[in-house]
């Protein structure tokens, strides 16, 4: 549909939920740069993908112009049971802060899933079943992504099966048992189902996983099965698309009060949240119509942002799935077993690595331990448990509030409050018990597996 020009507030119902997704790379004057087959190096073509996604879901992938896609009835439907979701002030943060920043957050935790996973899983199944298709493949790594996917698969009467990154399958135990009500079939990745997973267990024995490896036994499964396609639950341009509601409700929620961010955080692991969040924002600082600082934050066990290099690179350990130009820290690279299973991804979207490298965006890493300070704080004064990847931007958006105090400067924080952790109570537990560590990778790790990147020139 030919609506570029279009202004996005008619994208809007009566209840500010959106009725179209917004696709940033629209207004984007550099586009991020296509995928490339692995065995050929030329861009891929949409018959190439179909093998692999659904085939409306790939015309979405490959859409660097199109502004904006309405949304199905029946995903319109499915959202009306949670969206739009709550734009919070935090007042009580402020006043314990004692800062003059005004600080708000997206609560996306407040469906069934637990968090924003399901903006995007609810349309991907609606797509699957659409095209007739018997079930779908995932991966997932803090479980969220999994949640969400067997809840929508659920409900569209779709086979759900999913990889659960080992470590995030040993921690959290009743993530994958919600997943298993929903109907869904979890198994610890790397396994030996696949040709792919016994590999990854031959060549790293007692890995604790990861999730290009979890996608790499996903993709492997959906190929090699009848009826099946395979699902993200982020890095793609068709998952932004669908969390572009997070970012559009956001700015609708703020522009009806006539409020202007100065600062947009999001935690950073592939780039689903971060992205949907910050869309809207971004569009208008390309289009330059007004401009505010945007800072992604990821794990110091996992910066792909923040030390990983600008480069075609495998989507997965199994180097199976297309390459992609992205930040990544190589596509071998499994990081330690932290507690932000869904941060840690060895690459980052290709729209979101454009524009950072387009200096649009800042990114920071934050430390383990530190992000989970933060995850206390936080629940000890607004009331919410959150999720540890939702932390990471909690413990930015109080650094900044915090130099706000010590400036005397009146911002405006917003931040995405990306899920709860109520399945992520492990993880607390060592926080609580001091047995949580902060490892981070040295600059020698990391040079081994950047040397393993692609060759593509």
Same mark, same amino acid.
């Given at each position: +549909? ?6 996005? =507030? ?7 939920? *959106?009725?179209?997704? &917004? ?19 030329? *861009? ?7 093998? %692999? ?15 904006? #896609? ?18 919070? /002030? ?40 659409? !095209? ?32 659960? %990154?080992?470590?995030?399958?040993? !921690?959290? *135990? ?23 997973? /016994? ?21 492997? @499964? ?5 009826? &099946? ?13 669908? !969390? ?6 956001? =700015? ?7 409020? =202007? ?23 208008? @600082? ?20 923040? /030390? ?17 130009? +992205? ?5 071998? #690279? ?23 490298? !387009?200096?649009?965006?800042?990114? %920071? ?14 629940? /000890? ?14 413990? %930015? ?7 706000? @105090? ?15 952790? &109520? #399945? ?10 001091? @047995? ?22």
């Amino acid at each position: +549909m030919n609506n570029e020009k279009i202004p996005y =507030k008619i994208y809007l119902n009566e209840n500010e939920m *959106p009725k179209a997704w &917004y696709n940033l790379r629209a207004d984007m004057k550099q586009k991020p740069v296509p995928l490339l087959n692995p065995g050929t190096l030329k *861009p891929m073509k949409a018959e190439e993908l179909a093998g %692999v996604f659904c085939e409306e879901l790939v015309a979405q992938e490959l859409d660097n112009d199109t502004a904006f #896609f309405e949304i199905p009835e029946e995903i319109l439907s499915f959202y009306k049971m949670y969206r739009p979701s709550p734009l919070v /002030r935090a007042y009580c943060l402020e006043r314990k802060l004692d800062t003059p920043a005004k600080i708000y957050y997206k609560f996306e935790g407040n469906n069934t899933s637990g968090s924003h996973k399901l903006n995007s899983a609810i349309a991907q199944a609606y797509y699957a079943k659409k !095209q007739g298709l018997k079930g779908v493949t995932t991966e997932t790594g803090a479980g969220q992504w999994g949640t969400a996917l067997s809840m929508a698969c659920s409900y569209f009467d779709l086979d759900c099966k999913v990889y659960m %990154v080992k470590c995030s399958y040993e !921690q959290k *135990p009743f993530r994958r048992e919600v997943m298993r009500t929903y109907g869904a079939s979890v198994t610890p990745s790397p396994s030996m189902e696949t040709e792919v997973g /016994r590999k990854i267990l031959a060549e790293h024995p007692g890995t604790t996983g990861s999730l290009g490896c979890a996608i790499s036994e996903a993709v492997e @499964k959906a190929v090699s099965s009848e009826g &099946y396609r395979y699902v993200l639950g982020s890095v793609l341009n068709q998952v932004l698309l669908h !969390q572009s509601v997070i970012g559009l409700e956001t =700015k609708a929620a703020m522009d009806k009060y006539g409020i =202007k961010p100065d600062i947009v955080i999001g935690c950073a692991g592939g780039g689903s949240n971060l992205g949907g969040l910050i869309a809207p924002f971004m569009g208008e @600082k390309l289009r330059g119509e007004a401009d505010c600082r945007i800072i992604a934050v990821e794990p110091a066990s996992c910066p792909s942002l923040t /030390r990983g290099v600008y480069a075609y690179d495998f989507c997965d350990t199994g180097m199976v799935c297309p390459l992609a130009k +992205m930040y990544t820290l190589g596509s071998d #690279f499994i990081p330690s077993a932290n507690h932000a299973g869904g941060l840690r991804y060895h690459g980052m979207s290709s729209t979101l690595s454009e524009l950072y490298h !387009q200096g649009l965006m800042e990114a %920071v890493s934050v430390k383990q331990t530190e992000v989970f300070e933060a995850a206390e704080y936080f629940a /000890r004064i607004e009331g919410i448990l959150p999720a540890p990847e939702s932390s990471h931007a909690i413990r %930015v958006a109080i650094d900044e509030a915090v130099k706000c @105090k010590e400036t005397g400067e009146e911002k405006t924080i917003v931040f995405g409050l990306t899920g709860t952790g &109520y #399945f992520d109570m492990v993880a607390y537990e060592k926080f609580h018990d001091g @047995k949580m560590d902060d490892y981070i990778p040295t600059d020698e790790e990391l040079a081994v597996y950047r040397a393993k990147l692609p060759k593509t020139e």
